[in-house]
């Protein structure tokens, strides 16, 4: 058995002097995809962000594919040497950056962040793009559909090769064709290896997308 | 990117706009005299130095005349520096030009800080009123209790202090034209100045009377810079010759304006002269035609400083103001507070005394930096002008003054537009491993830019009007024109009108164009950031 590519354990976090998260430990392997539900202010979303490295956390230990940001409560000081050692992250609709194409949404943060030449960044995320069969590069974020918005969202964390993908509310905004699109885009990818962690209040999506479901409340997961 | 392209074309707009000012100073090492600079206001009146009512692109007046023998006696060529009046003795102080000659009075309290030459003009002072008053009124006396109208800053505001006039009762005028305009509209009872002002304003008008006999008599005299002694008596001398053998008695003939008085401070009549003052008939008619086409070209060219200072000043404004928004909204507290102090300081002084002190402040601080820089800089210093390198052409210091004002507008502008970008765009960026700096120059920036755009199109209509306040520093803008043609032409309120209809089509133009720039934002795929809510639980 190989170690799990994600590994929370103890977490705790406070929020507007609330402790929000009070000890939660969470473990994701390949191929898993694990929705955690959770009502508003129960914390779901203080979780992934923590994990996502957005927000700092007072305790506990992350785990992403074999890196450590236990401890380190500063939320830029992630270590990053390894092309998979931060997560991917797909936010709610709107998340696009409206004023690149799909392709620049895709490659920004391998050409900026990873500073890659231009070609190979934009071959790159061609193939994160085609691994969610978005074939219009050149199109405008708001010349898609929801859906595709946010299949080319999960293709733009993507491009970076995480082994480990989070979303916040994915299908928030979504109708039910679109929110279909995203799950099959979501089973297709945990086969292929990552493992996916998915916030949401929507149970019917919980419930077809995910292999395992948990909630949390009040700072606290329950399976 | 949008952004940079018009920086780009701004900085390239300016290079091509110094490049065609004269340079600020004659190269040191040519062998050639340098010319002769001569500070004078073409907007102040006739018959001085005024534009050619029938070639509004000309200067004309008795004084070119004069200054045109002097620099030809002296073996140079002569250059028309041209300021407020009341700034022309900053101009010559600060070496922006050599000599000043405009009808500046001899008075004890300018010859104290000044170096008066010899007298090239007798005067004295002459009362206008309404023809309707002619007959009560003969002497200031006769006006107690009433209000006069005299140039700003003129001997004239002595003469009448000195008889008792309280200052409420003496209005003052930036150009000699308006005193007259203003007892035409009855605004004021009469108006006091140089008797060839009269004769010029108010000789010839229906319903003003020159009131007979002059009092109060001076002269007028150049002005050279106390620590410039040689070029003052190399005009003196010029001067004196020209009294003697009749060139500068010719000259005041030819403008009508040799009489007794000149005789008596030692100019000789010369040769016997025609009073001719061609310029003066197309003023009164019918000249007026064949100048219709020159004044077109002049107002033309007026509009395309107008047009040149906003396309220069606001792209450079914009990307200074995101600078300062940027600084803002930085995390480093020295930044944020330099950039509110900046944008304080800024909109809380009237870009009129900006402009100012700009102009003259730059050539001092230029002497004293490249006195105080080693010799190496010093050295880097002299193909720009050495010690006279911050001497910029008025031009450029009106670029510099509008982009720093409106940058601080623009700065607010773009802190709007950087603050309406969703948090969600942060957190994405964020998320895609994007440094804070990043982020910024990425995604946040572009966003904001673009939905502050319609305010900066909207500062962009103002800067075209705003424009209009370096007039002050000489630079010949579409109202210092236009201005300047109806005062030679006692048609200010026409030209106003057609100043005013320029400035409209203008501000047409730029919302045409700034309409334009928002559209192709617009299609470069960009909606409104305000309906993508960012908001996360």
């Known amino acids: 058995m190989t170690a799990p590519l994600l590994e929370v354990r103890g977490l705790r976090a406070t929020r507007g002097g609330r402790e929000v998260l009070r000890g939660v430990d969470l473990s994701v392997d390949a191929g898993e995809r694990v929705a955690i539900l959770g009502a508003n202010g129960s914390g779901k979303t203080t979780l992934l962000r923590a994990v996502a490295g957005l927000d700092p956390f007072e305790a506990g230990e992350i785990r992403c594919a074999g890196s450590d940001a236990g401890g380190d409560t500063r939320p830029d000081a992630r270590p990053d040497a390894r092309p998979d050692a931060r997560p991917g992250l797909v936010l709610q609709q709107g998340a696009l950056f409206p004023h690149l194409s799909v392709l620049q949404n895709a490659s920004l943060a391998l050409r900026v962040a990873k500073r890659l030449p231009r070609h190979e960044a934009d071959a790159r995320a061609l193939a994160a793009l085609a691994r969610v069969s978005i074939a219009r590069p050149d199109a405008m974020p708001h010349e898609l559909s929801g859906g595709q918005q946010q299949r080319v969202a999960i293709a733009r964390a993507l491009a970076l090769e995480p082994r480990v993908l989070l979303l916040d509310e994915p299908t928030s905004a979504l109708d039910a064709a679109a929110t279909a699109e995203v799950e099959r885009t979501l089973v297709e990818l945990s086969q292929a290896g990552i493992a996916i962690v998915i916030v949401t209040h929507d149970l019917g999506f919980a419930s077809r997308v995910a292999t395992r479901t948990v909630t949390i409340d009040a700072g606290l997961l329950a399976g | 990117m949008t952004m940079r392209t018009l920086v780009a074309a701004a900085l390239a707009a300016v290079f091509a706009a110094l490049s065609m000012a004269p340079p600020a100073r004659a190269d040191s090492t040519a062998p050639a005299e340098p010319p002769l600079r001569w500070g004078a206001d073409p907007a102040g009146g006739a018959p001085f130095a005024f534009l050619d009512p029938a070639d509004p692109a000309r200067v004309i007046g008795f004084e070119v005349d004069i200054m045109e023998e002097i620099a030809r006696r002296l073996g140079r060529t002569l250059e028309l520096h041209r300021a407020d009046w009341l700034a022309l003795h900053d101009s010559l102080e600060a070496g922006r030009c050599d000599v000043l000659m405009n009808g500046f009075e001899v008075t004890d309290d300018r010859a ?131 009294q003697k053998d009749g060139a500068l008695g010719e000259i005041l003939q030819r403008w009508g304006l040799y009489d007794d008085a ?276």
């Open chain 2, 112 to 242: 104290a800080v000044a170096r008066f030459g010899v007298p090239y003009f007798a005067f004295g002072q002459q009362i206008v009123v309404r023809r309707a008053d002619a007959e009560r009124v003969s002497s200031l006396e006769d006006l107690a209790g009433g209000r006069v109208a005299v140039l700003n800053g003129s001997a004239s505001v002595d003469v009448l202090r000195d008889a008792g006039f309280p200052d409420e009762a003496i209005l003052q005028y930036d150009d000699s034209l308006a005193p007259y305009t203003e007892v035409k509209l009855g605004r004021a009872d009469a108006a006091l100045a140089e008797s060839i002002i009269a004769a010029y304003y108010a000789g010839s008008d229906p319903v003003l009377s020159v009131v007979p006999g002059t009092f109060a008599p001076g002269v007028y005299a150049a002005i050279t810079r106390a620590d410039d002694a040689e070029l003052g008596e190399a005009v003196d001398a010029a001067l004196r010759a020209m």
């Open chain 2, 262 to 537: 000149q005789r008596a401070i030692g100019t000789g009549r010369g040769r016997a002269q025609d009073r001719i003052a061609e310029s003066f008939g197309a003023a009164s008619g019918e000249g007026a035609r064949s100048g219709a086409r020159a004044i077109l070209v002049a107002v033309l060219e007026g509009a395309w400083i107008t047009v040149l200072l906003t396309i220069t000043a606001m792209p450079l404004a914009t990307a200074a103001g995101l600078g300062l928004a940027l600084a803002r909204i930085s995390p480093r507290r020295w930044l944020r507070r330099s950039a509110i102090a900046y944008t304080t300081l800024i909109r809380g002084t009237p870009l009129l005394v900006q402009i100012f002190l700009v102009y003259f402040s730059l050539p001092p601080l230029g002497q004293w930096l490249h006195a105080s820089s080693p010799a190496a800089v010093q050295a880097l210093l002299d193909p720009l002008g050495g010690a006279a390198f911050l001497t910029l052409p008025p031009l450029a210091v009106g670029i510099l003054c509008l982009a720093a004002n409106y940058a601080a507008y623009e700065a607010e502008v773009h802190r709007g537009g950087l603050e309406a970008v969703p948090a969600i765009q942060w957190d994405a960026a964020r998320a895609l491993g994007l440094t804070r700096a990043q982020a910024i120059r990425h995604v946040i920036a572009p966003q904001g830019v673009r939905i502050a755009m319609p305010a900066i199109v909207n500062d962009l209509n103002s800067l075209i009007k705003d424009s209009c306040l370096v007039s002050v520093i000489g630079v010949t803008d579409l109202l210092s024109v236009a201005l300047g043609i109806g005062k030679a032409r006692f048609s200010v309120p026409e030209m106003l009108v057609i100043a005013a209809l320029v400035y409209l089509v203008l501000s047409i133009a730029g919302d045409l164009f700034g309409n334009r720039l928002e559209r192709r934002l617009r299609a470069r795929g960009f909606a409104p950031a305000a309906r993508e809510k960012g908001a996360h639980a």
